[in-house]
């Protein structure tokens, strides 16, 4: 049957949209949602998936991360995910600096999980 892993979180772009658009499409784009209105322009996304899959959405997010500011700002994609992993628990996926960083999460977050 295959463990789950439970994924939920946002990016946030500061003019790079369109092209974590096209890196999303270009794989499964199913669990990714784009809100409109306001100022903000973000991307959602909750999905369970196997874990073998799991490299899949941390691939996609890199290269997302990966992209440049588009102004002098020098503002990048930045964002915030949890991944909780049916035998191996939580972690925390930190969107920001042009890569994304995978740690424990806290157990403040358990909460979501019990």
Known sequence: MGTWV???GWLEFHGQRSEAEH???EGDPAGWTFPDGGWLEAACYAR???AGEVDDVLDRLR???ALPAVDADGDRVCGLFLA???ADGQTEWQVRDGQVH???ASPRHDYLWA
């Open 6 to 8: 439970y994924v939920r």
């Open 23 to 25: 890196i999303i499409e």
């Open 48 to 50: 369970a998936v196997r």
């Open 63 to 65: 290269r997302i991360a």
């Open 84 to 86: 909780f992993h049916e």
């Open 102 to 104: 995978v740690t424990p």
